[in-house]
């Protein structure tokens, strides 16, 4: 028989409540394999290393879990259900700003989410209810619900490509095992090379008096960057 080509139910669709106290629950699957992708990543997750985690047969998952993507879906919602929003400031920039902190920290704990995050949006309650806070921030500048969209899209980007940046680089560390410092001392012949050339004056400024500031600090200065054009942008409309 073929397979059907209607698409499996949401599992937000679901009745998904528990009326026993089993050991294999929802729950457990989820924070274990939030636990493991946070260690090892997205590709060492699979059902058989869940229930190995848990010391509990394989088909006993899919009695809660259908598939790695409903089971990623399910992760993704969980984190945001235990990460609460930051509360309400009074001013929609300061607000908009500790939001994008907030969801800088989210990414940062759990390294995983970044790349899913690049990938078709996840929609669970939590999810949608993180959604909903940014864009009631923007709503009272705003009536204009597509751009109060593009502005929440626009802090949300901004984020989603320092945080990528900066796991890069944490990356490229644990895969070389040399730190940013180490791999300058090892390009350092080359560079120095290309500065004497001279053919490179803006670059030879960067790398001879250009200050060096961390993550955090470039996160800062393009998020200060962005909500001042953003403000412009609101006030023009």
């Known amino acids: ?40 990543g997205l590709d060492a997750l699979s059902m058989r290393r869940i229930a190995s985690e848990m010391g509990s047969g394989t088909t006993s998952l899919y009695r ?28 929609w920039r300061d607000e908009l700003a500790a939001v994008a902190r907030h969801y800088r920290g989210v ?3 759990h390294p995983w989410l ?28 705003t009536d204009d619900p597509t751009l109060a969209s593009m502005v929440v899209n626009a802090i949300n980007t ?21 730190t940013e410092d180490e791999w300058r001392d090892w390009v350092g012949a080359y560079v120095r090379q290309v500065v004497e ?12 008096e250009a200050g060096d500031p961390d993550p955090a600090a470039r996160f800062e200065f393009g998020l200060d960057c962005l909500l001042t054009g953003i403000e412009a942008a609101l006030r023009a409309s």
């Open 197 to 208: 050339s001279g053919r490179y004056p803006h670059f030879n400024r960067r790398v001879l």
């Open 158 to 178: 901004h984020v989603l490509g320092a945080v990528s940046a900066e796991l890069a680089e944490l990356e490229v560390q644990r895969r070389t095992g040399m």
């Open 114 to 141: 970044a790349v899913q995050a690049a990938r078709r949006p996840a929609l669970g309650p939590n999810v949608i209810a993180r959604a909903d806070h940014e864009l009631g921030i923007v709503s009272r500048v």
């Open 107 to 109: 990414l940062l704990r």
């Open 1 to 40: 028989m073929p397979p059907s080509k209607n698409p499996p139910t949401a599992v937000w669709m679901r009745d998904r409540t528990t009326r026993t106290r089993p050991v294999v629950t929802e729950d457990k699957i989820v924070r274990t394999a939030i636990a493991l992708a946070d260690a090892e």
């Open 64 to 91: 809660y879990v259908a598939s790695k993507d409903e089971l990623i879906e399910l992760m993704v919602d969980a984190i945001f259900g235990a990460e609460p929003l930051p509360e309400a400031t009074g001013g």
